[in-house]
């Protein structure tokens, strides 16, 4: 069903209601138009306030998922290093910080 038609029949029934609760005709209608208008308006507007929030379901789905992949890839990367050798390990951060492998040798050895 719709959004359409489910608002066409909450609009019936709330007619219904409206009348078995006293109001006669055009009151009833009124009534229930008024009724459904108010919750049109809560429901947008509680739209609106997800997107300029940026609550919405697909925005937190989509920051919950990068931030399990950094992780994940964090650790990754981090056994993998801790699995090589201080010479392999040497010559990996001086090719990332452009020094020479000698240099950087000196840094770990120092390090340690």
Same mark, same amino acid.
Do not use: E, P, V, Y
């Given at each position: 069903m719709s959004l $359409?038609?489910?608002l066409l029949v909450a609009g019936g029934l709330g007619y219904a209601a409206f009348q078995a609760l006293g109001l006669k005709g055009f009151?009833? $209608?009124i009534a229930a138009e008024a009724l459904l208008v108010l919750v049109v308006v809560l429901w947008t507007s509680s739209y609106l306030f997800r997107v300029? /929030? $940026?609550?919405?379901?697909y925005m937190q789905q989509r920051r919950n998922y990068r931030a399990e992949y950094d992780a994940l /890839? *964090?650790?990754q990367l981090q056994a993998r290093f *801790?699995?090589?050798t201080p010479e392999e390990q040497a010559a990996l951060l001086a090719s990332v910080s452009g020094e020479k492998p000698e240099e950087s040798? *000196?840094?770990v050895s120092s390090d340690s």
């Open positions: $359409g038609a489910a009151s009833a $209608g300029i /929030t $940026g609550r919405m379901t /890839t *964090d650790q *801790d699995a090589m040798q *000196d840094k």
